[in-house]
Nanobody
Framework: QVQLVESGGGLVQPGGSLRLSCAASGSIFRLNAMGWYRQAAGKERELVATIISSGGSTNYADSVKGRFTISRDNDKNTVYLEMNSLKPEDTAVYYC???????????????????WGQGTLVTVSS
């Protein structure tokens, strides 16, 4: 079974920093693009940042550019989100997303799957 597990959320004051981690586990053959999304109360889920498999290209929402940094460690199958200069409007549940190839024992084939983590809550408040 393939899964993503996020960690690092919590309560932080405005202007503070947090680092989120998302580790992929299971019979993973190859991790493709990974990303972070967030969903604030009463709002739709939105893209925060994405990173390609090599880590050579990243993409950010305008609202977080210059404050957030996405990175990945392919040896650990982990993606990170460094969040600085946090604002109250950054408060949301943050979800990790990944496209990956895994080996299916039942079909004896490599298959593609898009996986979501369970989410981690980030609260920015004084």
């Amino acid at each position: 079974q393939v899964q993503l597990v996020e960690s690092g959320g919590g309560l932080v004051q405005p202007g503070g920093s947090l680092r989120l981690s998302c580790a992929a586990s299971g019979s993973i053959f190859r991790l493709n693009a990974m990303g972070w999304y967030r969903q604030a109360a009463g709002k739709e889920r939105e893209l925060v940042a994405t990173i390609i498999s090599s880590g050579g290209s990243t993409n950010y929402a305008d609202s977080v550019k210059g404050r957030f940094t996405i990175s990945r460690d392919n040896d650990k199958n982990t993606v990170y989100l460094e969040m600085n200069s946090l604002k109250p409007e950054d408060t949301a549940v943050y979800y990790c997303n990944a496209g990956l190839f895994y080996y299916s024992e039942s079909s004896k084939m490599y298959r593609y799957l898009e996986v979501w983590g369970q989410g981690t809550l980030v609260t920015v408040s004084s």
